[in-house]
Nanobody, 126 residues
Framework: QVQLVESGGGLVQTGGSLRLSCAASGRTFSSYRMGWFRQAPGKEREFVAGISRAGGRTSYADSVKGRFTISRENAKNTVYLQMNSLKPEDTAVYYC???????????????????WGQGTQVTVSS
């Protein structure tokens, strides 16, 4: 069992930056692929960014490429999402999620994530 707790959300102006953190419980964090997803009001949840177990492979949604960076510190059981050049359309609840069994090449959009955090609100004002 893994518990995930996100933090770092808030209100920011267009063009600003935020850094989200997701702290995981347990001693097997390095055995999970980790992903960030988001859900805007009235929309379905969508993939944002993902990172492999050792951190050497990352993937991003086209909408955030070049602006967002996912990273992880396995020694601290934490995954991060650095968000720069934020836009109003980035406004959403952001969730981190853990994938226990997925292959390293499995697209995160197709991976059945095993554990989810409670989410953190990100609001970008225009």
């Amino acid at each position: 069992q893994v518990q995930l707790v996100e933090s770092g959300g808030g209100l920011v102006q267009t063009g600003g930056s935020l850094r989200l953190s997701c702290a995981a419980s347990g001693r097997t964090f390095s055995s999970y692929r980790m992903g960030w997803f988001r859900q805007a009001p009235g929309k379905e949840r969508e993939f944002v960014a993902g990172i492999s177990r050792a951190g050497g492979r990352t993937s991003y949604a086209d909408s955030v490429k070049g602006r967002f960076t996912i990273s992880r510190e396995n020694a601290k059981n934490t995954v991060y999402l650095q968000m720069n050049s934020l836009k109003p359309e980035d406004t959403a609840v952001y969730y981190c999620a853990a994938d226990r069994l997925g292959g390293e090449l499995t697209p995160f959009e197709q991976a059945p994530m095993d554990y989810w955090g409670q989410g953190t609100q990100v609001t970008v004002s225009s």
